[in-house]
């Protein structure tokens, strides 16, 4: 596919770009005192160049806009999932668009979802970029809390593995790749009992999770409890460590006395 990039191609800076428009009443909300790069989609925000371009000058407070803490007692909300995918908030189902603007505006009326860091570009080049992802942030600390009860052991930890190979495609541009497709379908499957809800806690410019349930949940409070209920067979541990110590055992007693 062809991209048509005029801006580009006749080599315009920002000051440029911000003439241009002057020159033909192009509405911008960039002027040359606040050379800001806003990006903002239903997903958040995201904010570069002016001064930010240096790393370690704090972001101007005027260049926040979803991330305002103006509620100073702390709330409750609770995410509902069904399969891995958001469908409520405080049990009431709604659209997914429509959830996450909701909850865009709950979490960044508390100043959550602030992001500051330096990026590594495909190109080699690093990037300081600021966003504002209020719903973002909730949504995913929230599905990675339900995936603790959720997920086996084994797959919880590739999945871990292969979330941070499938955005790191999707950061590259490789959407329609077949090693993306693939990690679909592995994704897929690991969310067919990501199901249940997260009750988050909402406090000014910070939030954590407080609670989680969900009815595929693999917490057996029958093996986890310390009390007389608890039905985990304590005389296999001493078999279970001997075994899986047995090579490091091994190992020391034939190579681990250095010199």
């Given at each position: 596919?062809?991209?048509?990039?005029?801006?580009?191609?006749?080599?315009?800076?920002?000051?440029?770009?911000?003439?241009?428009?002057?020159?033909?009443?192009?509405?911008?909300?960039?002027t040359k005192e606040k050379l800001y790069s806003i990006d903002q989609n239903l997903w958040g925000r995201a904010i570069e160049c002016g001064e930010m371009e240096d790393?370690?000058?704090?972001?101007?407070?005027?260049?926040?806009?979803?991330?305002?803490?103006?509620?100073?007692?702390?709330?409750?909300?609770?995410?509902?999932?069904?399969?891995?995918?958001?469908?409520?908030?405080?049990?009431?189902?709604?659209?997914?668009?429509?959830?996450?603007?909701?909850?865009?505006?709950?979490?960044?009326?508390?100043?959550?979802?602030?992001?500051?860091?330096?990026?590594?570009?495909?190109?080699?080049?690093?990037?300081?970029?600021?966003?504002?992802?209020?719903?973002?942030?909730?949504?995913?600390?929230?599905?990675?809390?339900?995936?603790?009860?959720?997920?086996?052991?084994?797959?919880?930890?590739?999945?871990?593995?292969?979330?941070?190979?499938?955005?790191?495609?999707?950061?590259?541009?490789?959407?329609?790749?077949?090693?993306?497709?693939?990690?679909?379908?592995?994704?897929?499957?690991?969310?067919?009992?990501?199901?249940?809800?997260?009750?988050?806690?909402?406090?000014?410019?910070?939030?954590?999770?407080?609670?989680?349930?969900?009815?595929?949940?693999l917490y057996d409070y029958s093996l986890a409890t310390y009390d007389s209920s608890d039905l985990f067979r304590h005389q296999d541990a001493e078999g279970f460590v001997?075994?899986?110590?047995?090579?490091?055992?091994?190992?020391?007693?034939?190579?681990?006395?250095?010199?």
């Amino acid at each position: 596919m062809e991209i048509v990039a005029p801006v580009r191609t006749w080599g315009f800076s920002r000051e440029d770009s911000i003439d241009y428009a002057a020159k033909h009443d192009v509405r911008i909300k960039a002027t040359k005192e606040k050379l800001y790069s806003i990006d903002q989609n239903l997903w958040g925000r995201a904010i570069e160049c002016g001064e930010m371009e240096d790393p370690w000058v704090s972001p101007p407070k005027g260049v926040y806009e979803m991330t305002i803490a103006n509620q100073s007692e702390p709330s409750e909300v609770v995410i509902g999932f069904e399969k891995g995918k958001p469908t409520s908030i405080n049990g009431r189902p709604l659209p997914l668009v429509q959830l996450i603007d909701q909850l865009n505006l709950l979490c960044g009326s508390y100043g959550i979802g602030r992001i500051d860091m330096v990026e590594n570009r495909r190109v080699g080049i690093k990037s300081r970029e600021v966003y504002e992802a209020p719903a973002a942030v909730a949504l995913i600390a929230a599905h990675s809390d339900l995936e603790d009860v959720t997920l086996e052991r084994e797959l919880a930890h590739e999945k871990r593995r292969i979330q941070n190979e499938w955005s790191r495609l999707v950061y590259d541009g490789m959407w329609f790749s077949p090693l993306k497709f693939a990690y679909d379908s592995f994704l897929d499957y690991s969310q067919t009992f990501v199901t249940g809800e997260v009750r988050l806690v909402l406090e000014p410019n910070a939030f954590h999770v407080e609670g989680r349930r969900s009815p595929h949940s693999l917490y057996d409070y029958s093996l986890a409890t310390y009390d007389s209920s608890d039905l985990f067979r304590h005389q296999d541990a001493e078999g279970f460590v001997r075994i899986f110590g047995l090579g490091v055992q091994t190992w020391a007693s034939k190579q681990g006395k250095l010199d």
